[in-house]
């Protein structure tokens, strides 16, 4: 339970506290006003803690609407996020009894002038990971139609919050392109921190039933969402393959470590699609699935592997790219979105088309090159240490709230 402080009360509303970069965002913002003296609860309609950050537990959290359903029988997501959402937000004005500040919300804006409707008006901010209508696919004319609604609610929504921030100037050029009645609003770059206490505390678990020892353990850390473009890395193995002699193979290791939840039906479908295809490239003894996994396994698999493998494309920012450099490991990523961002190319990793040919020719080059693992690293954890410290993101979040609340 969290400590009640002195400082403003902080309620954020997040739609489920898994265990992805968002809700990584969400939970160190938490932790970060908490210890600046803030009394913080999250809300959110569904949470597991044996499916959440460590962290979670020492924080006030709070479920609503979890009854509401994620999805009309695989389809409808948006529209469903949205409801629950708006729900969750009545359910704070109308039956906790919480007093409230500021709200902070990110992910859906749907909630925001439910929020607006309290009796004595309390500030907004919005965290925007990225338009949510960029998100989706449009492949039929019901489709489209669906989506109108959603796409403009999601706009004037955003639009009515009171202090709007995105996590990169990547995403802020995409903010001000896709939302066109918002041109008047420059939304401020709060880069998301590392909470490297977490990596400094935890005690890295024993994997060696999970992983094979070998001397090139690459490691792609990603939920099983195609979005992720996860099959790049499979097809980077095998392209890799080629260029390697039959030894420097047999060393050769992939670890794919994802987020899974058996709830949402693309995770499973996904998962399978991705070992037919390990299969099908003949690589499936030189990689190892696993579905979801602890704070310790995690830091266990940065502390062994030799690269990491990030393959989003225009991804909005990506928290995986800071804890592999933080944890001196270097990282091949696309060159788009966030990566551009926070890795140096050639001095914390490389940036490479989303090509196999691209990706296994950096591959190649740590495995060549074992020093390139120990200078690549280096540099990594000096970049994150000063350009994306929690104590930075603590502060400039922490003067929004003050703002907020004069």
Same mark, same amino acid.
């Given at each position: 339970?969290?400590?009640?402080?002195?400082?403003?009360?902080?309620?954020?509303?997040?739609?489920?506290?898994?265990?992805?970069?968002?809700?990584?965002?969400?939970?160190?913002?938490?932790?970060?006003?908490?210890?600046?003296?803030?009394?913080?609860?999250?809300?959110?309609?569904?949470?597991?803690?044996?499916?959440?950050?460590?962290?979670?537990?020492?924080?006030?959290?709070?479920?609503?609407?979890?009854?509401?359903?994620?999805?009309?029988?695989?389809?409808?997501?948006?529209?469903?996020?949205?409801?629950?959402?708006?729900?969750?937000?009545?359910? =704070?004005?109308?039956?906790?009894?919480?007093?409230?500040?500021?709200?902070?919300?990110?992910?859906?804006?749907?909630?925001?002038? =439910?929020?607006?409707?309290?009796?004595?008006?309390?500030?907004?901010?919005?965290?925007?990971?990225?338009?949510?209508?960029?998100?989706?696919?449009?492949?039929?004319?019901?489709?489209?139609?669906?989506?109108?609604?959603?796409?403009?609610?999601?706009?004037?929504?955003?639009?009515?919050?009171?202090?709007? =921030?995105?996590?990169?100037?990547?995403?802020?050029?995409?903010?001000?392109?896709?939302?066109?009645?918002?041109?008047?609003?420059?939304?401020?770059?709060?880069?998301?921190?590392?909470?490297?206490?977490?990596?400094?505390?935890?005690?890295?678990?024993?994997?060696?039933?999970?992983?094979?020892?070998?001397?090139?353990?690459?490691?792609?850390?990603?939920?099983?969402?195609?979005?992720?473009?996860?099959?790049?890395?499979?097809?980077?193995?095998?392209?890799?393959?080629?260029?390697?002699?039959?030894?420097?193979?047999?060393?050769?290791?992939?670890?794919?470590?994802?987020?899974?939840?058996?709830?949402?039906?693309?995770? =499973?479908?996904?998962?399978?699609?991705?070992?037919?295809?390990?299969?099908?490239?003949?690589?499936?003894?030189?990689?190892?699935?696993?579905?979801?996994?602890?704070?310790?396994?995690?830091?266990?698999?940065?502390?062994?592997?030799?690269?990491?493998?990030?393959?989003?494309?225009?991804?909005?920012?990506?928290?995986?790219?800071?804890?592999?450099?933080?944890?001196?490991?270097?990282?091949?990523?696309?060159?788009?979105?966030?990566?551009?961002?926070?890795?140096?190319?050639?001095?914390?990793?490389?940036?490479?088309?989303?090509?196999?040919?691209?990706?296994?020719?950096?591959?190649?080059?740590?495995?060549?090159?074992?020093?390139?693992?120990?200078?690549?690293?280096?540099?990594?954890?000096?970049?994150?240490?000063?350009?994306?410290?929690?104590?930075?993101?603590?502060?400039?979040?922490?003067?929004?709230?003050?703002?907020?609340?004069?």
């Amino acid at each position: 339970m969290a400590a009640a402080g002195e400082g403003p009360s902080v309620l954020f509303l997040h739609p489920d506290l898994g265990l992805g970069g968002a809700e990584r965002l969400v939970v160190d913002a938490a932790l970060a006003l908490q210890a600046r003296g803030c009394r913080v609860q999250i809300w959110t309609a569904h949470y597991d803690a044996a499916r959440c950050f460590a962290e979670t537990r020492g924080l006030a959290v709070r479920r609503a609407g979890g009854w509401l359903p994620r999805s009309l029988w695989g389809r409808g997501q948006a529209l469903c996020a949205a409801l629950r959402m708006a729900f969750v937000a009545l359910y =704070v004005l109308l039956l906790s009894g919480e007093p409230a500040d500021v709200f902070v919300c990110d992910q859906v804006s749907a909630c925001i002038p =439910v929020l607006r409707l309290a009796r004595t008006r309390k500030k907004v901010l919005f965290y925007c990971h990225f338009p949510d209508q960029l998100l989706t696919k449009r492949e039929s004319l019901l489709k489209r139609i669906y989506r109108l609604p959603l796409d403009w609610l999601e706009e004037y929504t955003t639009g009515m919050a009171d202090c709007i =921030v995105v996590n990169s100037r990547f995403t802020a050029g995409v903010f001000k392109d896709t939302f066109k009645s918002l041109s008047h609003i420059n939304p401020d770059v709060l880069y998301p921190s590392l909470n490297i206490s977490s990596f400094d505390t935890a005690c890295a678990a024993d994997i060696a039933d999970l992983v094979p020892k070998k001397k090139f353990l690459f490691l792609s850390i990603n939920r099983y969402e195609r979005k992720k473009n996860l099959m790049l890395a499979l097809e980077a193995l095998h392209e890799l393959r080629g260029r390697l002699d039959s030894h420097e193979w047999n060393e050769v290791h992939l670890v794919m470590a994802g987020g899974y939840d058996k709830r949402v039906l693309e995770n =499973v479908e996904h998962y399978e699609e991705l070992r037919r295809l390990a299969a099908k490239l003949s690589v499936n003894d030189h990689i190892t699935f696993l579905r979801s996994f602890s704070d310790e396994q995690k830091i266990a698999l940065f502390s062994n592997s030799i690269c990491v493998l990030y393959t989003p494309s225009n991804e909005h920012f990506g928290i995986v790219p800071l804890e592999a450099m933080y944890m001196r490991c270097p990282v091949i990523a696309v060159n788009s979105g966030g990566p551009l961002e926070s890795i140096l190319h050639n001095v914390t990793g490389f940036l490479c088309d989303p090509l196999p040919t691209q990706f296994s020719e950096a591959m190649e080059k740590i495995v060549r090159d074992p020093l390139l693992k120990d200078t690549m690293g280096a540099a990594g954890r000096a970049r994150v240490m000063e350009k994306f410290s929690l104590e930075a993101f603590t502060e400039q979040l922490y003067q929004y709230i003050c703002r907020l609340t004069q």
